[in-house]
């Protein structure tokens, strides 16, 4: 498979959600990114919708959850393993905490970290990112009197962004990603983007070699990239020896033709990014759909990096 990295430049704030408009988080799922590319695959034509489908499907096409992107450097989930500090696990319990808080690792200082060396001023080094930011606004809805509410976003500092690893099978699927994400950039990705949240530029990245190494390596245990679930038969299989965080995915759907009044997708539980698995497996494409008039799809997918320590 072929791989190329897509950076996600935000010219403003962004709102990914996590249930509620006054809590927001700075980065996004695969889920979320490839529900988006439905959408502007619908805009297209029923044509360009079917083949992105049958593309995450068949697996020729792979896209990873978005991971920060600070300056030049590129960072990835902490791995759900155990490693074993260097010096004993003699550190203070502040020096311990500081570790476990830890959610991303410099790719340039992935090596240390699972020999158990990576320096305590790295533990935060994703702290750099940007900042969280509030904004009042007001709902109006007919003569009522205006209703205050708050949004919760994310800012990037400058030079700062979201990177995602793109893995595709031949060009047809490239040409297919990058049309539909020229034109996901100039509608936005995310939450309130009537108020200009959202809004990036993608930028097609070299692919880092310490990465590239890591994807192709056939290795003892493999960590996922992307909020995945194996095909109900690869389940058991990929169980045996795993150390895996559950995530819960829900969510509306975003379709006027779906229903005559906002519809919840079926809650979806997939595997978080850092889950390691012992064997790979495929994944699946779901359909949460419920009562409308179209399937829903849920991304679910993995991208797997290997991870021996």
């Not at 905490?97 to 790719?107: E, F, L, N, R, T």
């Not at 058991?236 to 969510?251: H, P, T």
Request: aromatic letters at 12%; a neutral charge; one cysteine or more.
């Amino acid at each position: 498979m072929n791989y190329q990295l897509y950076r996600f430049c935000f010219s403003n704030g962004v709102h990914f959600g996590s249930g509620s408009l006054d809590r927001a988080e700075c980065t996004f799922c695969a889920d979320t990114l490839f529900s988006a590319l439905c959408q502007e695959a619908v805009k297209i034509g029923e044509g360009t919708l079917n083949a992105l489908v049958d593309h995450a499907k068949n697996g020729t096409f792979v896209i990873s959850d978005a991971f920060p992107q600070i300056g030049d450097e590129l960072f990835l989930p902490k791995p759900a393993l155990y490693v074993e500090r260097k010096d004993g696990g003699k550190e203070d319990s502040s020096i311990k905490k500081a570790y476990k808080k830890m959610k991303y690792i410099p790719v340039s200082w992935f090596d240390q970290y699972l020999r158990g060396d990576l320096p305590l001023n790295m533990t935060n080094a994703a702290g750099q990112l940007g900042v969280y930011q509030m904004k009042t606004s007001a709902a109006v809805r007919g003569l009522e009197e205006p209703s205050p509410y708050r949004v919760r976003f994310f800012r990037f500092h400058r030079g700062n962004g979201l990177y995602i690893i793109f893995g595709y099978e031949g060009q047809e699927e490239k040409e297919l990603m990058e049309e539909l994400l020229e034109y996901l950039a100039l509608d936005g990705l995310g939450g309130k983007r009537s108020s200009g949240l959202g809004r990036f530029e993608c930028v097609p990245m070299k692919m880092a070699k310490e990465l590239e190494r890591r994807l192709e390596k056939d290795s003892g245990m493999f960590m996922t990239l992307s909020a995945s679930l194996p095909e109900e038969g690869e389940l058991e299989e990929a169980l045996e020896g795993a150390n895996y965080m559950l995530l819960k995915r829900s969510g509306f759907v975003a379709s006027e033709r779906y229903a005559p009044e906002w519809m919840r997708k079926k809650d979806a539980y997939l595997f978080a990014a850092g889950s390691c698995f012992l064997k790979k497996y495929q994944g699946c494409v779901l359909d949460v759909s419920s009562r409308g008039t179209h399937p829903v799809y849920r991304y679910a997918k993995p991208v797997f990096l290997g991870v021996d320590l």
